[in-house]
């Protein structure tokens, strides 16, 4: 019997619910609590919660302690509230970014699938929907995975916006409740979330076969691979706020680039330059400008050295006529903003190890999975904007 779920508006419900699971540590349910290590510290995670879970046993009676207001932990969250003095708009707590995170949390409390692991699946979907704004708008709320309405309310159902379980279920649609109102609903962000959760606990999910089951739901490597690698980077940052990125050589070098992305080219044939041209000295460190995976590491008789890292914006960062690699890092490992990863150099246009047929410079380019391929995007606006960021950075900490 899987445990009732319900989602309740109430904060210190989740307080007390979560002390009562951490007290009776034989229950079933207080193993998935152990799985959710994410982001933060437990306390802040807890602390500031708009959402919360009720986990009863199959008779559907709330737990008795559940009404119980824990006071330590709620002086917490005053502490934790107050001490900033700032209006909600700056606090972090209150941002779409922190809301996801918990509503991502949550579900994985009560699915048992790492929130890292739900997090890549509404992620992959997100950078799907920028990719292709028309096959998959972008879906209204924090959650972006998106279901069709035939999928939602089954094939046959003649309500295709039937959000009652039973019928739904009857005609074999998928929409699930995740929040316990009694209705699944394709606009709530709980009941997607649950939804495909379940999808993936449905295809034989556990830890391990995590790809085996997002390759079950998707039918396509490319995207199972993708999720994949965007559950790694999560998980290994312990964030899902991974937008910061840094300038690709250090701003104190001297350097020089100007956009010329799009211009013709002369060795290779009829290519346009897919990127942009950094001029730096030879030696000037090459530094990851994403959080990511670093897919290749090697040779290319185009681009030389070179090293190709993906991020969770599914967008693959490229660096190319490095003259070497830093050795601490190898294709599959994962890379911040600021890390260097090798050496401006003038590899290329050619047999591996052709050097010094043009002038030192940092290739840099920019593509977007499209689902099929990758396609290149003018890198020039993004590098002036981490550029303005790290000179604002530089000057504010002086
Ligand atoms: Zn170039």
């Known amino acids: 019997m899987r445990p009732y779920i319900a989602f309740i508006r109430m904060p ?19 193993s998935l609590l152990t799985k959710t290590s994410c982001c933060t510290n437990p306390q802040s995670v807890e602390a500031t919660h708009g959402t919360a879970i009720v986990i009863t046993d199959s008779t559907n009676q709330p737990q008795p302690s559940a009404k119980t207001a824990i006071p330590g932990k709620q002086s917490g969250i005053q502490s934790m509230t107050s001490s900033s003095g700032k209006s909600n708009k700056d606090d972090p707590s209150q941002s779409p970014m922190y809301a996801r995170r918990m509503l991502i949390e949550d579900m994985a409390l009560v699915t048992g699938i790492p929130w890292y692991q739900l997090a890549a699946v509404d992620q992959y979907e997100r950078t799907r929907s920028q990719t292709h704004p028309k096959k998959y708008p972008k879906r209204d709320g924090l959650i972006a995975i998106q279901f069709s309405e035939i999928q939602w309310s089954g094939l046959f159902n003649p309500d295709q916006a039937d959000h009652q379980p039973e019928t ?10 995740g929040d316990g109102d009694g209705k699944a609903e394709r606009s709530n962000d709980a009941d997607v979330l649950y939804t495909m959760a379940r999808l993936l606990l449905d295809s034989g999910m556990s830890k391990e076969d995590f790809p085996a089951a997002v390759w079950n739901y998707y039918q396509n490597d490319r995207i199972a691979r993708r999720i994949n690698q965007f559950a790694r980077i999560y998980q290994h940052f312990g964030s899902i706020d991974l937008s910061r990125h840094a300038f690709p050589v250090p701003i104190t070098s001297q350097y020089s680039y100007r956009s010329t992305w799009g211009a013709a080219r002369g060795w290779g044939g009829r290519r346009i330059h897919e990127g942009t041209d950094i001029f730096a000295g030879y030696g000037v460190p090459v530094r990851s400008t994403t959080y990511g995976v670093i897919e290749i590491m090697g040779w290319n008789r185009y681009g030389g050295w070179r090293v190709g890292i993906r991020d969770i914006n599914n967008i693959y960062h490229y660096y190319a006529h490095l003259s070497g690699f830093n050795k601490q890092y190898k294709a599959g490992d994962i890379v911040q903003p600021g890390e260097v990863i090798g050496w401006v150099g003038s590899s290329g246009y050619g047999k591996p190890g052709t050097s ?6 940092l290739h840099y380019g920019l593509y977007r999975d499209n689902g099929y391929s990758d396609w290149s995007f003018d890198p020039y606006p993004m590098l ?14 002086k």
């Open 12 to 30: 210190l419900l989740l307080l007390s619910v979560t002390a009562f699971l951490l007290a009776q540590p034989g229950q079933a349910s207080a």
């Open 168 to 177: 739904i279920e009857l005609f074999g649609g998928i929409g699930q409740d």
């Open 356 to 361: 010094g047929k043009f002038p030192p410079h």
């Open 384 to 397: 002036k904007r981490w550029e303005r960021a790290e000179y604002k950075a530089r000057r504010k900490a």
